[in-house]
């Protein structure tokens, strides 16, 4: 039984490439009583088991009509596959798969099939009906959680609103609170979100410090306070509207090119901080490259002396005017790459 085994395994390896004709099948009698007649894709995804001519070249054994598919109908077989003449007991091999087989129902190379490994082609291949990497949630119905944004005054307007609605865009819930609020109410969400608009002073920063929920950081003043940068290794630039993206990370960077970038539609001002070795920098002053303005922790990655219990970004994102201001400074490129943070920060 193994060395039949064998030799289909090669016959279907040789057939990979495009369809063979019945000539180069072994004669019928070598498919002894068509062997459980399980040829069709080994049943693995059940689109013509059997050993019958099936769709997919691979699929269903190719064009192994002479019953040699029979023998590979041993190691099991779906039932929904047509009977070769030959390959008589086939539908009697146990359905180990069947239509819905570890490559779908569009079997092992299926109709669009390219590979003979298994599941590694067909319409649906290994992803199955989902086909997400799960990594994506912003199509998700259930939406991608929620997040905690603690800033000033409230409703949120100005860049604070601009924020919103890329959170919103990223299939993310947002609950507002203002400074008085505490790390309790962090408790299930996927991000936190410290705004420009709050007043630091009145905010208690150390008691957020080891927070295992992802922080988004858009107040310098709150960046040693939390261990992402030493006491004097923050500040503020202005007058501004492009920074210099060093970083390529392509989630973090959200796709926008490395060089100078615009990001606000007029003058304004960015915050920043001198990270720790293990942090990752996606984007400076322009020409100052000693004063990033956009970097982030990996959970795990060594702070200022704190390990980071989950991931901490340090965003551009800078409006010193008292709140509340309703100037939108962002333009395209600056909520792409606010995107671009937000999504890196929960993923």
């Given amino acids: 039984m193994a060395r039949r085994l064998r030799v289909v395994a090669a016959t279907l390896v040789l057939c990979a490439g495009s369809a063979c004709s019945s000539s180069d099948a072994p004669p019928a009698s070598s498919a002894a009583a068509g ?12 689109s013509g088991a059997n050993g019958g001519s099936s769709a997919g070249s691979l699929a269903g054994g190719g064009a192994f009509e002479s019953g040699v598919s029979g023998v590979a109908g041993e190691v099991g077989s779906a039932s929904a596959g047509q009977s070769p003449s030959n390959g008589g007991a086939g539908n009697t091999g146990p359905a180990s798969a069947g239509a819905a087989g570890s490559a779908a129902s569009a079997g092992i190379a299926g109709a669009a099939g390219g590979a003979a490994s298994p599941g590694s082609a067909g319409a649906t291949a290994n992803a199955g009906a989902g086909g997400a990497s799960g990594s994506d949630c912003a199509a998700s119905a259930t939406g991608c959680g929620a997040v905690l944004y603690i800033g000033g005054a409230m409703p949120r307007v100005g860049v604070d609103l601009q924020l919103h609605q890329v959170l919103t865009k990223l299939n993310l819930q947002v609950e ?3 400074e008085t609020a ?15 608009s709050m007043s630091s002073g009145d905010f208690k920063a150390e008691d957020w ?17 939390l261990n992402m940068t030493t006491a004097q290794g923050h500040g503020f630039e202005e007058p501004v509207t492009d920074l210099e993206l060093t970083g390529d990370d392509p989630m973090f960077a959200a796709g926008v090119a490395k060089g100078k970038v615009t990001v606000y539609s007029q003058t304004g001002e960015f915050f920043w901080g001198v990270p720790a070795a293990g942090a990752l920098t996606i984007a400076t002053v322009v020409g100052k490259p000693t004063e990033p303005v956009t970097f982030g ?3 795990g990655s060594m702070m200022v002396g704190r390990v980071a219990p989950a991931k901490r970004v340090q965003v551009f994102v800078a409006v010193h005017a008292p709140p509340p201001n309703p100037t939108q400074l962002l333009n395209e490129n600056g909520l792409q790459l606010f995107g671009g943070a937000v999504t890196w920060a929960i993923h």
């Fill in 35 to 46: 062997s459980s007649g399980v040829g069709a894709a080994s049943g693995i995804a059940g």
């Fill in 209 to 225: 410090a080891g927070l295992t929920v992802p922080i988004i950081v858009l107040e310098h003043y709150l960046l040693p306070r």
């Fill in 297 to 299: 922790y990996s959970a």
């Fill in 182 to 196: 505490l790390p309790a109410q962090a408790t299930g969400k996927r991000l936190v979100v410290f705004s420009y």
């Fill in 176 to 178: 507002d609170a203002r």
